[in-house]
Structures are given as C-alpha cells and as structure tokens.
C-alpha cells in the first residue's frame, strides 16, 4: 500500500521546487550567455520554481518520483559555437546545477556540522540531495526529450550526430518503454539497475561516507 507521510511529503516539495527551479533556470541562464534571449523574454530566465513547473508533471514528481517541468524555449540558432555545441551546453546546464545544490546542501553535513541536528534537518537535507542527484543522472541519460540527447549530439562527430539526431523521434518511446520494464519487474528496470548505483555512488562521495 503507498504511504507518505507528511514530513517527507513537504521535503519531496521544497527539493522538487528547489530542483526544477534551479534546473530550467540553468537552461535559460546558458542560453542568454550564449546569446539567445528567448527564454529571457518569455521570463523563464528566473529562479522563481512556479515560472517553470506543469502542473501534472509537478504532482508527478512529488508522489511516483517521475515528472518534469515545462521546457525552458530555445532557439540553438542564435547559439554561440553553432547549434550542436551551443544546445549541448545549454542542455548540460540543467543537470550540471543540480549536482551543484546537491553539493551545496551536502557540504555541512561532510563538514560534521548538521550530525546532531533535528531528524526533519537531516531528512530534508538527504531528501534535496536526492532528488537532485537523481534528477541530473535521469536527465543525462542520451534519449530524446532528456538534456542528455543533446548532449550527446554536441560531443559526435557531424556525421554521427546526424544519424543519432534522425532518431530523436523515438526517444520518448524508447524512454517511456524502459519505464515500464522497471515497473513491470525488478529484473527488467535496466533504468534503475544503471542509475540507483551511480546515484548512490554519487550521494556518498557528497556526504563524505
């Protein structure tokens, strides 16, 4: 039977907030650098997490740990070093400033100055880390509509990118289609059996553990 109880309802919200928040605030931010003002002038070039969340996507992230926010527009035309290399930089900001609040918020606690504090710091603490952890691996994974299919298409060589870019229109189903192996058997999540541990991994190295 599901159960959430209300502290760690209220900590999945503030990391939620936190971490679409900073996340689509990265993509805008990159993309201004790199000389494409779209997102400025469509005020997504904000913190402010209600600028950024869909409603469903937001409700699904808070109780099946699935969800996403509203894309954060692009034009990849007006990027600096040209349209692959300008996306993919503008798509590694997004998880790249979710492993950065989840360095941030685990610093004191690799510092030993939160260990004695109450059970709803620490719980709020590891519950941030978390879910931003697991939201810059989730979003690196190399399949369309995920940053990490941009990415990929910034780091290969042109002829390759091509071919990898003329498959982007079965990425979401190829994404959705994992998913649902996960859900369907533990032996089938391939999603969680490549990302628990790097997640895992990665919350350790954080904490100092």
Known sequence: MFTLDLPELLARAIALLLGFGVHEAAHAWAAYRLGDDTAKRAGRLTLNP??????????????????WAKP????????????RTGLALVSVAGPASNLLVAGLVALPWRLGLIHNAP??????????VAMNVGLALFNLIPLAPLDGHSVLNGIL??????RVQALQVYG???LLGLLMLGRISPSLDILGRTLYPAAIATMR????L
């Open 50 to 67: 209600l600028a950024h969340l869909d409603p469903l996507g937001a409700l699904m992230a808070l109780f099946a740990m699935f969800g």
């Open 72 to 83: 954060v527009p692009v034009n990849p035309l007006r990027l600096r070093f040209g349209p």
């Open 119 to 128: 059970e709803v710091v620490l719980l709020l603490v590891w519950v941030i």
């Open 157 to 162: 060589e042109p002829r390759l990118a091509e």
């Open 172 to 174: 979401p189903m190829i």
């Open 205 to 208: 190295f954080m904490f100092g």
